[in-house]
């Protein structure tokens, strides 16, 4: 052989020797989270969140007042539609304001989901208010419309708006899971 074959010999031959690629080891192994549920979701109607009046179906005033909150009527109720049924809880935020409270004295309001009355409770005071009671199972069927109302047992009648009603005032409604 001559150098120059020997030398391309050569060079062919180097060319082809490479270190393999680095190996590692898979990453661990996790058990997920036995309480995480990718599809629970929050089902809250928030009055001040873009589209909320899509929830409605009835005594809810239109009209944001304060970027935050809406009156209500006799019997504000919402549709949320919550993908499962298990381990749902009732919220609803709100308030009994001082002027309509002087006219109607207590107030005692019954809360419901799909109709089912869930509790009723007797407000000695004005002002911000929280409900929260969980919902048994069967009164809601996962991935359908579920109601929620609260209904108001005394109206504050504003003669001087030509006889408008006010219940009270509604921040947040929904279901927590």
Same mark, same amino acid.
């Given at each position: 052989?001559?150098?120059?074959?020997?030398?391309?010999?050569?060079?062919?031959?180097?060319?082809?020797?490479?270190?393999?690629?680095?190996?590692?080891?898979? %990453?661990?192994?996790?058990?997920?989270?036995?309480?995480?549920? %990718?599809?629970?979701?929050?089902?809250?109607?928030?009055?001040?969140?873009?589209?909320?009046?899509?929830?409605?179906?009835?005594?809810?005033?239109?009209?944001?007042?304060?970027?935050?909150?809406?009156?209500?009527?006799?019997?504000?109720?919402?549709?949320?539609?919550?993908?499962?049924?298990?381990?749902?809880?009732?919220?609803?935020?709100?308030?009994?304001?001082?002027?309509?409270?002087?006219?109607?004295?207590?107030?005692?309001?019954?809360?419901?989901?799909?109709?089912?009355?869930?509790?009723?409770?007797?407000?000695?005071?004005?002002?911000?208010?929280?409900?929260?009671?969980?919902?048994?199972?069967?009164?809601?069927?996962?991935?359908?419309?579920?109601?929620?109302?609260?209904?108001?047992?005394?109206?504050?009648i504003a003669?001087?708006?030509?006889?408008k009603r006010?219940?009270?005032?509604?921040?947040?409604?929904?279901?927590?899971?």
């Amino acid at each position: 052989m001559d150098a120059r074959t020997l030398l391309f010999a050569l060079v062919l031959a180097l060319s082809g020797c490479r270190n393999p690629p680095e190996s590692y080891a898979p %990453p661990a192994q996790r058990q997920p989270f036995e309480s995480f549920k %990718p599809y629970a979701a929050l089902r809250i109607v928030d009055m001040a969140a873009p589209g909320a009046n899509s929830h409605f179906i009835q005594d809810i005033s239109s009209k944001l007042e304060n970027g935050a909150w809406r009156w209500t009527d006799k019997r504000p109720t919402v549709r949320v539609n919550p993908n499962s049924n298990l381990g749902l809880t009732y919220l609803i935020d709100f308030a009994t304001p001082e002027i309509t409270f002087k006219k109607t004295g207590p107030v005692t309001i019954a809360f419901y989901v799909n109709d089912h009355l869930l509790d009723r409770v007797r407000y000695d005071t004005a002002g911000r208010h929280q409900f929260q009671k969980p919902v048994p199972p069967d009164w809601v069927s996962a991935g359908q419309n579920t109601t929620l109302a609260a209904e108001i047992d005394k109206l504050y009648i504003a003669k001087e708006e030509g006889g408008k009603r006010y219940g009270f005032v509604l921040v947040r409604i929904g279901l927590l899971q």
